[in-house]
């Protein structure tokens, strides 16, 4: 059995995860209204140039910007047309004329620029001309000013957004080819675990892991395969775990991973095979975390602590891009870490990478880290709650005075 007995860095166990971790690198084919938040497969192109042709930018007139530049009084315009979005010009524009012309509508032949219909005044079958338009073009959105076709638009690998999917339909794309979903078991150890809901008796207490890792596998990209609460027994976690990882992609359990009397964790992977990647961090919270590689890197094995606040912060500093990679996605695998000024002084023992919880604000164009005023205790929900980045105290950094900058990964 090859295990690392001895703590390791917290940028060494995301080298050894990434390492040891392969894209699944199966695709399937999916309809513009069902992929966002899916992986691209393939790179993505289009035959047409984005504006497909010259239009307006405004509601107004299409005219020829030699007719009514440097006016120093109204010049009237004979309009010849009214085109309307969707509807092809029927004329040339020649000297002397106009074209009425609405938001999205073709500029027709001959106008090369619109005045706005604000800078204008309407006489029967005229059009006065109040102000010249600022340069020839003005309001002009041209053909290919966005994209030029057959360039590319999107790269394999990248994760769709909402924002995204406007630009597929634009590109005459009503079906993209993606890669499928991690299925991602999650289940949590423990003879004192009871699902929400039930009455408790003395010293036991509420699963909250599976809840929270099951939202943030989803938030992720992922499909979250729940096997609920299992009790601090070696055959049953072995046959969970078995089951797990012929059913799944990757596996996470929280508690059980540390050196206690009923922490099986270990073992069963052990006695499974497993090549043990990683089984102490330098992280604080979350110490423990054992780490197991399969079939050569066909699934890792991800055994959490089972305390809240360890567990999610081993989620977005360690499991985040490693879930971004078996996705398939191919860049911004870690979340983002910035810098930002301390609203207040912050501590560790200096002996692991410590993690603070907090709020990162903007306050007045300045990022400010705002400390969690409970317990930072690894058991803490209350502030996990109100969390939306973490403060990164490096190894050997025993404080950080207020108003100081301090490293901080944002997590959602």
């Known amino acids: 059995m090859n295990i690392i007995t001895y703590m390791i860095t917290v940028q060494q166990a995301q080298e050894l995860i990434l390492q ?41 007139y299409a005219v020829i910007y030699e007719d009514v530049k440097d006016i120093d009084s109204p010049v009237s315009l004979k309009i010849v047309e009214e085109i309307a979005a969707g509807r092809a010009p029927g004329q040339v524009i020649n000297p002397g004329e106009a074209a009425r012309i609405f938001t999205g509508a073709m500029l027709p032949i001959g106008a090369d620029t619109i005045v706005i219909q604000e800078e204008t005044k309407r006489d029967s079958q005229n059009v006065l001309v109040l102000s010249s338009p600022s340069c020839v073009g003005d309001f002009v959105r041209k053909k290919g000013d966005y994209y030029k076709a057959e360039q590319s638009l999107l790269e394999a690998g990248h994760r769709l957004t ?31 675990l009871r699902e929400p809901g039930s009455i408790l008796k003395i010293g036991e207490i509420v699963d909250s892991n599976l809840y929270a890792l099951s939202a943030y596998v989803q938030q992720c990209g992922c499909d979250s395969i729940c096997l609920g609460i299992v009790p601090d027994d070696v055959d049953r976690l072995k046959d969970i775990i078995s089951s797990a990882l012929i059913d799944c992609d990757l596996v996470i359990s929280t508690g059980g991973v540390s050196v206690g009397d009923y922490d099986y964790v270990a073992r069963i992977l052990t006695d499974l095979g497993s090549k043990i990647l ?48 078996l996705a398939g996605e ?21 002996k692991r990478e410590t993690y603070l919880c907090g709020q990162l604000e903007i306050v007045e164009g300045i990022a400010e880290f705002v400390l969690s005023r409970d317990s930072q205790s690894s058991a803490n929900l209350i502030h996990l709650s109100q969390t939306n980045a973490l403060a990164v105290l490096p190894i050997g950094c025993m404080s950080i005075e207020q108003g100081q900058n301090v490293q901080v990964l944002f997590v959602s």
């Open 20 to 60: 040891n971790l392969r894209p699944l690198g199966e695709t399937k084919t999916l309809a513009l209204c069902d992929c966002a938040g899916y992986v691209l497969a393939q790179d993505v192109t289009s035959q047409f140039d984005f504006p497909y042709w010259d239009n307006s930018a405004m509601d107004g």
């Open 162 to 192: 909402p924002q995204d999917i406007p630009l597929l339909s634009v590109a005459q794309l009503s079906h993209v080819e993606v890669y499928r979903r991690p299925r991602v078991a999650i289940f949590s150890t423990g003879d004192e």
């Open 278 to 325: 990683i089984d102490s961090v330098a992280i604080k919270p979350g110490k423990p975390l054992k780490v197991g590689s399969f079939n050569t890197g066909q699934k890792l094995y991800f055994g959490i602590p089972g305390n809240p606040v360890s567990a999610m912060v081993i989620a977005w500093r360690l499991l985040t891009p490693a879930l971004k990679k």
């Open 330 to 350: 191919t860049k911004k695998w870690q979340s983002p870490i910035i810098v930002a000024r301390s609203r207040s002084p912050l501590f560790s023992d200096g």
